[in-house]
Nanobody
Framework: QVQLVESGGGSVQAGGSLRLSCAVTGYPYSRYCMAWFRQAPSKDREGVAAIDSAGSTSYAESVKGRFTISKDNGDNIFYLQMNSVKPEDTAMYHC?????????????????????WGKGTLVTISS
């Protein structure tokens, strides 16, 4: 059974940093796209950052230069390093993984189409 568990959310002031983690267990495939999505109140879910099994990454324009997605090669843990955060980054952040997706760019366009999802971790940025 594939499970994703996010952690690392919390409340920080604008300009600060957070690192989110996504621990993946039970994933039987060698190929993947993994992505972070976020959903703010009354807004649609949007793709934030993605990485694929070839190591390519893709970012939403709103977070380029501030967020970094990475994977711990020793364990199936993915990270989202969030720097210079802004109040508009406030949202519930979910990680997701899919064996059918081919590229990280493709994953960002699947805010409702990834196969496996975590329950989310809340990020609140105060001004």
């Amino acid at each position: 059974q594939v499970q994703l568990v996010e952690s690392g959310g919390g409340s920080v002031q604008a300009g600060g940093s957070l690192r989110l983690s996504c621990a993946v267990t039970g994933y039987p495939y060698s190929r993947y796209c993994m992505a972070w999505f976020r959903q703010a109140p009354s807004k649609d879910r949007e793709g934030v950052a993605a990485i694929d099994s070839a190591g390519s990454t893709s970012y939403a324009e709103s977070v380029k230069g501030r967020f970094t997605i990475s994977k711990d090669n020793g364990d199936n843990i993915f990270y989202l390093q969030m720097n210079s955060v802004k109040p508009e980054d406030t949202a519930m952040y979910h990680c997701a993984i899919d064996p059918r997706c081919m590229t990280a760019i493709q994953a960002l366009d699947l805010p409702y189409g990834m196969d496996y999802w975590g329950k989310g971790t809340l990020v609140t940025i105060s001004s």
